[in-house]
């Protein structure tokens, strides 16, 4: 089936613009995530959602940073005022279970690069 | 918060030879552990993980990896690389009843045919 696809692929922006990254998680996976993963480091966790419902946001670098999943399924990661430091790639994840224990499947990623 | 290092960037090896990395974790309570491979343009994936039982755990591809306790390890092992096995590695853990995986900084390895 498909898996988690993200978009775009590739996102170049000036700094102090605003962006808009989308993810799309597998049909049916209650939880969803998202990373970033700046070069040569592994992901880092951001944000948190179980359904439509966003329990945790601890990972999120500054309140420049936005996610949102309004009906449970496709979520959307903004981020206001792109600086230099936000360049990295930003990987979605989901899962079907509210558990753990459970394998996260993983997106493609969006490289942002900021100029 | 948890913490996982990776004790080598880069490794190099030729067809054949055995693979072992390392993988720590600094965590004192009970813990999920997981290895993730990224191979060359495709997303993360799955390889291994261990929750509960038998610490000796196989994965996909011929891996496997060993929990110890007492040493917070979780290193992953292959007998046998193939060239397809040339991928970044990377360790993860989540805290039980934690959602979000904390990751290492990965090992890339190169297989030489």
């Known amino acids: 089936g498909a898996g988690v696809s993200q978009s775009p692929r590739y996102k170049v922006a000036k700094r102090g613009q605003d962006v808009a990254l989308r993810c799309d998680p597998i049909?049916?996976?209650?939880?969803l995530f998202w990373y970033q993963q700046a070069l040569g480091q592994g992901p880092e966790f951001l944000t948190y959602?179980?359904?439509?419902?966003?329990?945790?946001k601890s990972g999120l670098p500054s309140d420049r940073f936005f996610a949102e999943r309004p009906e449970g399924s496709v979520s959307t990661l903004k981020i206001q005022r792109t600086q230099q430091e936000d360049s990295a790639v930003y990987l979605c994840a989901s899962s079907s279970r509210r558990d753990s224990r459970y394998e996260q499947y993983f997106g493609p990623g969006t490289r942002l690069t900021v100029t | 918060a948890q913490s996982v290092s990776q004790h080598n960037h880069h490794v190099i090896l030729s067809e054949a030879a055995s693979l072992e990395l390392g993988c720590n974790y600094s965590?004192?309570?009970?813990?999920?552990l997981f290895w993730y491979v990224q191979y060359p343009g495709q997303h993360l994936q799955l390889l291994l993980k261990y929750f509960s039982g038998d610490p000796l755990v196989k994965g996909i591809k011929g891996f496997e990896a060993e929990f110890i306790k007492s040493k917070f390890s979780f290193n992953l092992r292959k007998p046998s690389v193939q060239w397809s096995d040339t991928a970044e590695y990377f360790c993860a853990v989540n805290a039980q009843n934690d959602y979000k995986l904390s990751f290492g900084a990965g090992t890339t390895v190169t297989v030489r045919a």
């Open positions: 959602f179980q359904n439509e419902a966003q329990l945790d």
């Open positions: 049909s049916g996976h209650v939880s």
């Open positions: 965590y004192g309570g009970t813990v999920n």
